[in-house]
């Protein structure tokens, strides 16, 4: 069956086919695994601004506008941002983002000396505090 074929199907008979892979990962967990792992390889090859490098691109951007319209000094670059990337500086998970420690709204500057890695809950946390305010020390302090 060509691929456009099994595309049809697909879209005509989705309880069918939903359906037959639950049973099929069912029946074989491990596969199921391996089939998660290659949807997100497929993912990140298929849709790249759900990758890492392209989410330094989108933050960089925001945060320049941000801080020319709250006149904070600095302009920083998505290359300098993928620098940044590691551990989230106050709790050390998995980092999804990025903070500016001191933030753009209470002075800070938009450079990578102001700038940690850090995980979402931990940014939403802080929020627009700083440091001393939020009683979020981050564990790796920006260079």
Same mark, same amino acid.
């Given at each position: 069956?060509?691929?456009? !074929?099994?595309?049809?199907?697909?879209?005509?008979?989705?309880?069918?086919?939903?359906?037959?892979?639950?049973?099929?990962?069912?029946?074989?967990?491990?596969?199921?695994?391996?089939?998660?792992?290659? $949807?997100?390889?497929?993912? #990140?090859?298929?849709?790249? @601004?759900?990758?890492?490098?392209?989410?330094? !691109?989108?933050? #960089?951007?925001?945060?320049?506008r941000r801080?020319?319209?709250?006149? !904070?000094?600095?302009?920083?670059?998505?290359? #300098?941002?993928?620098?940044?990337?590691?551990?989230?500086?106050?709790?050390?998970?998995?980092?999804?983002?990025?903070?500016?420690?001191?933030?753009?709204?209470?002075?800070?500057?938009?450079?990578?000396?102001?700038l940690v890695?850090?995980? @979402?809950?931990?940014?939403?946390?802080?929020?627009? $505090?700083?440091?001393?305010?939020?009683?979020?020390?981050?564990?790796? @302090?920006?260079?």
């Amino acid at each position: 069956m060509s691929a456009e !074929a099994q595309r049809r199907y697909r879209e005509r008979h989705p309880d069918r086919v939903k359906a037959t892979l639950k049973a099929y990962c069912l029946a074989h967990p491990e596969i199921g695994m391996k089939r998660s792992a290659k $949807r997100r390889e497929t993912r #990140a090859q298929t849709q790249p @601004w759900h990758s890492r490098p392209h989410k330094a !691109a989108i933050f #960089a951007f925001d945060a320049n506008r941000r801080a020319k319209r709250q006149g !904070a000094t600095g302009i920083l670059t998505a290359t #300098a941002v993928r620098e940044l990337d590691g551990p989230c500086a106050y709790c050390g998970a998995l980092a999804m983002g990025w903070d500016h420690v001191i933030p753009l709204c209470r002075g800070g500057a938009n450079t990578v000396t102001n700038l940690v890695s850090c995980c @979402w809950p931990c940014n939403e946390r802080k929020w627009r $505090r700083l440091p001393d305010e939020a009683g979020m020390w981050p564990v790796r @302090w920006p260079r």
